[in-house]
């Protein structure tokens, strides 16, 4: 099945800075590749996501970057505050859960960011 | 609109019990899947359901069930539970307004310890 890496484990960094996590995953199938951020005590939320059809997607502070070739997707958060302050996760589509599966996610181990002011 | 939906938030048993939790998905959503999550392994995929139907189940034991009933909303089941069974169970839904993968959105969850 799909396996998802992800680095670094934590990120520090001062308010306004940029803040960068990234992930690679094995399979060349997968087609579809959200962001979630999970703040203590609450489910994770969606905050981007990016399907293969396209290499960047941006809102606001928050892009995504795909590339298929090397099999690896990024967050980048930019202008970081203090309430950007969470655990990240970035997950895949697992391509093994057959053309029926439309829900099965395989999450990176996540990325504790702190954004210090 | 409003979120998913997860009863009870907090969830105490003792080992050899069953539990049942509930999960009602965002209104229109109609595919729920539901996760595990725990420090040491993360966030693993338990099952999806999708029109009362099972679509895929994850690499849980039998003692892991669910169900979804005809107005979406879902139930999982644990019986005799473990204390390894302590985690949070997150239910996540999607609209299926595509071919493809399922935009999720996640619950709050329901935090279990097992004694």
């Known amino acids: 099945g799909e396996n998802v890496e992800q680095h670094p484990s934590t990120l520090s960094v001062q308010e306004g800075d940029s803040a960068v996590i990234k992930c690679t995953y094995s399979?060349?199938?997968?087609?579809?590749f959200p962001w979630y951020k999970q703040e203590l005590g609450k489910g994770p939320q969606l905050i981007i996501d990016i399907r293969s059809n396209v290499g960047e997607k941006k809102d606001q502070r928050i892009a995504v970057t795909l590339n298929k070739t090397a099999k690896h997707f990024s967050l980048h958060i930019t202008e970081t505050q203090p309430e950007d302050s969470a655990v990240y996760f970035c997950a895949a589509t697992d391509p093994n859960a057959g053309g029926t599966s439309y829900g099965k996610l395989t999450f990176g181990q996540g990325t504790i960011l702190t954004v210090h002011p | 609109k409003a979120g998913v939906t997860q009863t009870p938030r907090y969830l105490i048993k003792t080992r050899g019990q069953q539990v049942t939790l509930s999960c009602s998905p965002i209104s229109g959503h109609r595919s729920v899947s539901w996760y595990q999550q725990t420090p040491g392994q993360g966030l693993q995929f338990l099952f999806e359901y999708f029109s009362e139907t099972q679509r895929n189940k994850g690499n849980f034991p039998g003692r892991f069930s669910g169900r979804q009933f005809s107005n979406s909303r879902s139930e999982m089941n644990v019986s005799t539970l473990e204390l390894g069974d302590s985690a949070l169970y997150l239910c996540a839904s999607g609209p299926r307004t595509s071919g493809g993968a399922d935009t999720q959105y996640f619950g709050p969850g329901t935090r279990l310890t097992v004694l």
């Open positions: 399979d060349s199938a997968s087609n579809y």
